[in-house]
């Protein structure tokens, strides 16, 4: 466990992991370039998608209760949680009304930040994960990596020897179609027999009550389609305000996430199964989760945070997460959006080392189809991690306060307030400063890692008086 | 709790300072005029799509030699849809409670309508209903899809605005690019995972 800082040596030092990651951020990152070469196409298309998200931010109380009217008005039952524990009671309780044992699930964070898997499983009911990526790591027993590409920590043999133990009479094969084909054998039976099935959800929309899921492989449609139940699980800023939106909106996280044009599907769901249609689940449900995410619309400013929509291109543009990898972030969502919603949903006081885990580059700012402003929201969580006195916005702020830095910020403040100060101070370390060794507190993090600059011998006056320079 | 969950979660929203509503900023999605044919194809293609043009009397011969040179047999149809010797039409005709393991394990291939389609995307557009349902296009191995060349689009936003679907959306609509695939294994791309492996596009190029 521990901070990010203790956890990222492993990750570093691990040559498998760096090359995994490495080998794939490269592809995801010119395969995103060669969908947006047009910088013009791209700069509208991206005002146009953040224009749609910040417009949800402005009215997300109004668009939840309208969605919820129109979402009932379909015959979709939609329900309310504040933690990811009432999520979990809710999924629960519908689960065990219609006595189901086995639940077949598509992709979904949301799901992942409930830990809904565990909370089912304690209570008996079965739950299959379905997308390749996820089906995967659940077989290995871990968490996903990324939030698109869940396993993409694993390389080809890794999986190959996951899937000789796993499923009965595979043997070892590197061969993706052969390893896929298995998966599609092992989920089939699943799929026929599983009493329900849980989702996320990438938009929904207000205006039609429309719940807008995206993916590749069409287990997302068959856990949708296929049980007799279907549970969907989203966050309340997932929303969009109008199908409008969604042109726009469905051409930028394919092509920010994984350089589509469009993914194979676009599953828009409206109500359950009518009179006279032969499939498609009999009941669906909407659980809408707060988890937080309430406490950051109540900052003017950090609250831009909800407009993301999960297409992880931060990540994927990220020069820290394509080195350390998303299991060295420890929580559900890693990368820049992770650095700047974890602290914000889980507290600075367990996360307030992640906004720190960052160079402030800026590309992930850059390659934001929806203008989230993480950087600036980085240094906020920065300052808000060691100041007491805060907004009070986030939980946990000023659980970074360190005496001594904060003595040290103290002092250099005094030496340029007083020129007196200054002067002594400049001459001082002119002077003595390459004296300075190098395991003092402040100085070792910096200088274990790197080669440290050498003071001048004389400060920047002396040199400009030297040069006859007189005046300040 | 889920009603008081609820009175919360809005409270707390309404209490918090709200932005602007931003306009939405113009914005003309791609239109590709003659070339839309040509446009659709090639995306359509890219994504391991096929794509045939075929007319309203020669259509159904087309499917039969297509599917035959797969050594497909047993197609699950729309009630009502006969092919042509040498093909079994099994139809969608019953709840999928009754049809479940002739539609997992029974047919190699199954047939539907497009409502519309994308040049943009190299996009197919569907609204299952009673007669073509839902997992029609998604568990057969092979899905073939008939599309009339008038109703080849743009883009999506056309689509949406010219069929008003704001006014009243189906049960389940569905936008299918291509054949089912993966690229979870080391971004290696692998076809059929959980849907069709195949997506084979008629063009009916005189509807």
Same mark, same amino acid.
């Given at each position: 466990?521990?901070?990010?800082?203790?956890?990222?040596?492993?990750?570093?030092?691990?040559?498998?992991?760096r090359?995994?990651?490495?080998?794939?951020?490269d592809?995801?990152?010119?395969?995103?370039?060669?969908?947006?070469?047009?910088?013009?196409?791209?700069?509208?298309?991206?005002?146009?998608?953040?224009?749609?998200?910040?417009?949800?931010?402005?009215?997300?109380?109004?668009?939840?209760?309208?969605?919820?009217?129109?979402?009932?008005?379909?015959?979709?039952?939609?329900?309310?949680?504040?933690?990811?524990?009432?999520?979990?009671?809710i999924?629960?309780?519908?689960?065990?009304?219609?006595?189901?044992?086995?639940v077949?699930?598509?992709?979904?964070?949301?799901?992942?930040?409930?830990?809904?898997?565990?909370?089912?499983?304690?209570?008996?009911?079965?739950?299959?994960?379905?997308?390749?990526?996820?089906?995967?790591?659940?077989?290995?027993?871990?968490?996903?990596?990324? /939030?698109?590409?869940?396993?993409?920590?694993?390389?080809?043999?890794?999986i190959?020897?996951?899937?000789?133990?796993?499923?009965?009479?595979?043997?070892?094969?590197?061969?993706?179609?052969?390893?896929?084909?298995?998966?599609?054998?092992?989920?089939r039976?699943?799929?026929?027999?599983?009493?329900?099935?849980?989702?996320?959800?990438?938009?929904?929309?207000?205006?039609?009550?429309?719940?807008v899921?995206?993916?590749?492989?069409?287990?997302?449609?068959?856990?949708?389609?296929?049980?007799?139940?279907?549970?969907?699980?989203?966050?309340?800023? $997932?929303?969009?305000?109008?199908?409008?939106?969604?042109?726009?909106?469905?051409?930028?996280?394919?092509?920010?996430?994984?350089?589509?044009?469009?993914?194979?599907?676009?599953?828009? /769901?409206?109500?359950?199964?009518?009179?006279?249609?032969?499939?498609?689940?009999?009941?669906v449900?909407?659980?809408?989760?707060?988890?937080?995410?309430?406490?950051?619309?109540?900052?003017?400013?950090?609250?831009?945070?909800?407009?993301?929509?999960?297409?992880?291109?931060?990540?994927n543009?990220?020069?820290?997460?394509?080195?350390?990898?998303?299991?060295?972030?420890?929580?559900?969502?890693?990368?820049?959006?992770?650095? /700047?919603?974890?602290?914000?949903?889980?507290?600075?006081?367990?996360?307030?080392?992640?906004?720190?885990?960052?160079?402030?580059?800026?590309?992930?700012?850059?390659?934001?189809?929806?203008?989230?402003?993480?950087?600036?929201?980085?240094?906020?969580?920065?300052?808000?991690?060691?100041?007491?006195?805060?907004?009070?916005?986030?939980?946990?702020?000023?659980?970074?306060? $360190?005496?001594?830095?904060?003595?040290?910020?103290?002092?250099?403040?005094?030496?340029?307030?007083?020129?007196?100060?200054?002067?002594?101070?400049?001459?001082?370390?002119?002077?003595?400063?390459?004296?300075?060794?190098?395991?003092?507190?402040?100085?070792?993090?910096?200088?274990?890692?790197?080669?440290?600059?050498?003071?001048?011998?004389?400060?920047?006056?002396?040199?400009?008086?030297?040069?006859g320079?007189?005046?300040? | 709790?889920?009603?008081?969950?609820?009175?919360?979660?809005?409270?707390?929203?309404?209490?918090?300072?709200?932005?602007?509503?931003?306009?939405?900023?113009?914005?003309?999605?791609?239109?590709?005029?003659e070339?839309?044919?040509?446009?659709?194809?090639?995306?359509?293609?890219? +994504?391991?799509?096929?794509?045939?043009?075929?007319?309203?009397?020669?259509?159904?011969?087309?499917?039969? +030699?297509?599917?035959?040179?797969?050594?497909?047999?047993?197609?699950?149809?729309?009630?009502?849809?006969?092919?042509?010797?040498?093909?079994?039409?099994?139809?969608y005709?019953?709840?999928?409670?009754?049809?479940?393991?002739?539609?997992?394990?029974?047919?190699?291939?199954g047939i539907?309508?497009?409502?519309?389609?994308?040049?943009?995307?190299?996009?197919?557009?569907?609204?299952?209903?009673?007669?073509?349902?839902?997992?029609?296009?998604?568990?057969?191995?092979?899905?073939?899809?008939?599309?009339?060349?008038?109703?080849?689009?743009?883009?999506?936003?056309? +689509?949406m605005?010219?069929?008003?679907?704001?006014?009243?959306?189906?049960?389940?609509?569905?936008?299918?690019?291509?054949?089912?695939?993966?690229?979870?294994?080391?971004?290696?791309?692998?076809?059929?995972?959980?849907?069709?492996?195949?997506?084979?596009?008629? +063009?009916?190029?005189?509807?």
């Open positions: 466990m521990g901070d990010f800082t203790s956890r990222a040596p492993a990750a570093l030092n691990d040559p498998t992991l090359a995994n990651f490495r080998r794939a951020m592809g995801l990152m010119s395969k995103r370039a060669a969908q947006f070469a047009d910088k013009d196409a791209w700069e509208s298309l991206r005002a146009q998608g953040a224009a749609a998200k910040a417009r949800v931010v402005a009215r997300l109380p109004e668009l939840l209760e309208q969605l919820e009217a129109n979402l009932t008005q379909n015959g979709i039952v939609v329900h309310w949680a504040e933690t990811t524990a009432q999520a979990n009671a999924v629960l309780d519908i689960l065990q009304k219609a006595g189901a044992k086995t077949i699930k598509g992709k979904s964070m949301v799901s992942e930040e409930m830990e809904l898997n565990h909370h089912l499983e304690a209570h008996g009911i079965r739950a299959v994960e379905s997308d390749l990526g996820e089906y995967i790591i659940q077989l290995a027993g871990e968490a996903p990596s990324h /939030i698109v590409m869940p396993c993409i920590h694993k390389n080809k043999a890794e190959a020897s996951l899937f000789e133990k796993n499923i009965a009479g595979l043997g070892y094969t590197e061969d993706v179609d052969a390893l896929t084909a298995a998966a599609r054998a092992a989920l039976g699943q799929f026929a027999s599983a009493d329900a099935g849980i989702s996320g959800v990438n938009f929904a929309v207000a205006e039609t009550g429309t719940l899921l995206v993916e590749n492989e069409g287990n997302g449609r068959l856990s949708t389609t296929l049980p007799p139940l279907h549970i969907a699980v989203m966050g309340i800023e $997932k929303l969009a305000e109008k199908l409008d939106d969604l042109p726009a909106l469905l051409s930028l996280l394919p092509r920010s996430a994984t350089g589509q044009a469009i993914t194979t599907y676009v599953n828009m /769901i409206s109500r359950p199964r009518q009179p006279g249609e032969k499939d498609g689940p009999k009941a449900h909407v659980v809408l989760l707060d988890s937080g995410r309430s406490r950051v619309y109540a900052d003017a400013q950090l609250q831009d945070t909800l407009r993301c929509i999960r297409c992880g291109a931060c990540m543009h990220c020069p820290v997460y394509s080195r350390v990898g998303g299991h060295t972030y420890k929580f559900v969502y890693p990368g820049p959006i992770g650095k /700047i919603l974890t602290p914000q949903l889980e507290g600075l006081d367990c996360a307030g080392d992640q906004p720190h885990a960052s160079t402030l580059c800026n590309a992930c700012v850059e390659v934001c189809p929806v203008k989230i402003p993480i950087a600036d929201i980085l240094v906020r969580l920065r300052a808000e991690s060691v100041n007491s006195t805060g907004s009070g916005a986030v939980k946990g702020a000023g659980s970074m306060r $360190k005496r001594l830095e904060s003595l040290v910020w103290k002092g250099w403040a005094a030496m340029y307030g007083v020129p007196m100060l200054y002067r002594l101070g400049s001459w001082g370390l002119t002077r003595l400063g390459n004296w300075l060794p190098d395991s003092l507190p402040m100085l070792k993090r910096w200088t274990s890692v790197r080669t440290r600059p050498r003071f001048a011998a004389k400060t920047l006056h002396e040199l400009a008086r030297d040069k320079y007189d005046h300040e | 709790m889920s009603e008081t969950a609820r009175a919360n979660i809005l409270a707390r929203l309404r209490a918090a300072p709200r932005q602007m509503v931003p306009d939405r900023p113009d914005w003309t999605p791609p239109t590709y005029g070339g839309r044919l040509a446009r659709f194809r090639a995306m359509l293609e890219a +994504v391991h799509g096929e794509i045939h043009e075929v007319t309203t009397e020669d259509w159904a011969e087309r499917i039969s +030699v297509l599917l035959a040179d797969r050594g497909a047999t047993r197609v699950m149809v729309p009630p009502g849809m006969t092919l042509p010797d040498g093909l079994v039409a099994v139809p005709d019953q709840p999928v409670e009754e049809l479940k393991a002739v539609l997992v394990q029974g047919v190699e291939a539907t309508w497009a409502k519309a389609a994308i040049a943009d995307t190299g996009t197919l557009v569907l609204w299952p209903d009673a007669d073509e349902p839902r997992l029609l296009s998604l568990l057969p191995p092979i899905h073939v899809v008939l599309l009339r060349l008038g109703s080849l689009v743009d883009n999506l936003a056309q +689509v605005a010219e069929q008003t679907w704001a006014a009243g959306m189906p049960t389940n609509a569905l936008l299918i690019s291509g054949p089912s695939k993966t690229a979870d294994i080391e971004q290696t791309l692998a076809y059929g995972v959980h849907g069709p492996k195949e997506l084979i596009v008629l +063009v009916l190029t005189d509807a």
